[in-house]
């Protein structure tokens, strides 16, 4: 199992621009979820998936869209990027790992280092 | 005030000491609690969760609980360089919180 994916690892982009940040998982969870996370902020949740067909607002949705394509699959858009939405980005799901250890919780995707110039 | 507080650090525990990291939490309905352990760059990686009231032992690392206080607490024994990192708690009520973490330097 792979786990979370997200893709690109890296992103630069001018004021204006627009992007998607992609990520998936393979663990067949029904919950999935997007953080940014800036220096001495923590992790912010910017919205989640709760099932396939719904999204909700988390508490920074201003400026981003996502869409919850299948089971598998969330997705962020940034319509225009701005200089405030220079952060680390997250995907997470929840359910369990299916490890020995692993237990209901949110696994976390390696992460989106977005600059917006 | 913050669902769930961590004092930021830096921790400074030398190598082979005992680390003692805190949290607290402010709902009581609050069910499930999660250690996450982030290293600089890298994403958060679940080390330790606890559900009920008392210790909860895995190798190195020790969850402590206490409902009634509502703070769960993070022990790491014979602390190692390679455990310097940011440690977020995590809490389940409605939705999981996470605190702000606590950055950990384990120095040789």
């Known amino acids: 199992n792979a786990g979370v994916t997200q893709t690109p690892k890296f992103q630069v982009l001018k004021t204006g621009q627009s992007m998607t940040l992609q990520c998936a998982q393979d663990m067949n969870h029904n919950s999935m979820y997007w953080y940014r996370q800036d220096p001495g902020m923590g992790l912010r949740l910017i919205y989640y998936s709760a099932s396939e067909g719904t999204t909700d607002k988390g508490e920074v949705p201003n400026g981003y869209n996502v869409s919850r394509l299948n089971k598998r699959e969330f997705s962020l858009r940034l319509e225009s990027a701005a200089p405030s939405q220079t952060s680390v980005y997250f995907c997470?799901?929840?359910?369990?790992?299916?490890?020995?250890?692993?237990?209901?919780?949110?696994?976390f995707g390696p992460g989106t280092r977005l600059t917006v110039l | 005030q913050k669902e769930v507080e961590q004092n930021s650090g830096p921790l400074s525990v030398p190598e082979g000491a005992i680390a003692s990291l805190n949290c607290t939490y402010s709902?009581?309905?609050?069910?499930?609690f999660f250690w996450y352990r982030q290293y600089s760059g890298k994403s958060p990686e679940l080390i330790m969760f606890?559900?009920?009231?008392g210790d909860k032992e895995d190798g190195r690392f020790t969850a402590q609980l206490n409902k009634a206080s509502q703070y769960v607490s993070l022990l790491i024994r014979d602390s190692q360089p390679s455990d310097s990192a940011t440690y977020l708690c995590?809490?389940?009520?409605?939705?999981?919180?996470f605190g702000g973490g606590t950055r950990v330097l384990v120095k040789p």
């Open positions: 606890i559900y009920s009231n």
């Open positions: 995590a809490v389940t009520g409605n939705k999981l919180t």
């Open positions: 709902d009581r309905g609050s069910q499930s």
């Open positions: 997470a799901s929840r359910g369990t790992s299916g490890g020995a250890r692993s237990t209901d919780t949110q696994y």
